[in-house]
């Protein structure tokens, strides 16, 4: 039988990862989780292209509404897409406007602020310009209103779906996680009970365990940047998210800054500590719980005072 060629030799059964035996319910929330994000994703991409617009010829609207994805600011533009229309709307009219927007209290006090912005002296462009602007915003404002609403409908069925799951109260327990964030995690960490021998190997999945990189007498922490990034960005958000629900979570950040991490260093250390926690409560079937995932750090501490 003729051998394999020491430069290169064909790979072996022992060198493949084993795929992941996840459920199909798994599966499910995974499709789910990334098609939600991917309109998301798009959402942003075209109230960033809506916001370059309006700064050309609409500056007033930019200054009347933060956010141009909110329903008041979509409600408004659909009605008024040029500055002269905006400044010509009454009280009344952006009233009816908030109001087929679905925005329920406050409507004068908001409708009173609206018109006082677009009415305020702004540097306007040629009538063509404005005209082709106003065409372009018109159709951005469909488009993002029809966003929003496929986004709230994947988010209900991504809801229902990762309520049905039996690791959605182990997910939703732990400080920061709450419906999307946790269903985000589950589909891209999978529920194969087997997939991940220890938290170092959920960690590495995740890309929030250090990559230690030495030569000679020279030796470097790093970020791991090949990862999962739907999951590093889950990961991200909930060790922000957990640092005003968990003291513990809030005590580790604060340390780290205090070393002189920067606040993303310390979020993916936290990250990093909170995906343990996770694959320990999965292992053993439990929920989150404040004193058992902190309390060995805050005896230590006692320990150094005292």
Known sequence: MPRCSPIWCAPTATTHRQIAGDSHDAGAIKVLARGHQNLIWSR??????????????????LVAFDDLAHNDCLAVLAKAPTPAAGARLSIGQISAALKRGGRQRNLDRRAHEIQAELRNEQLSAPEPIVDAFAATTSAAVGIIAELNRQIAKLEQSLTDRFEQHPDADIYRSLPGLGVI?????????????????????????????????????????????IRNRRLYDAIDQWAFCSISTSPGCRTFYDQHRAAGDLHHQALRALGNRLVGILHGCLQHRTLYNEHTAWAHRTDTRDEVAA
């Open 181 to 225: 964030l946790g269903a985000r995690a589950l589909g891209e960490f999978g529920d194969d009970p087997d997939r991940y021998a220890n938290p170092k190997s959920r960690k590495n999945y995740a890309g929030t365990s250090p990559l230690t990189v030495a030569s000679g007498k020279k030796r470097a922490v790093l970020a791991r940047h």
């Open 44 to 61: 942003n991409r075209q109230t960033n292209a809506l916001r370059n617009a309006l700064r050309e010829y609409y500056p007033a609207a």
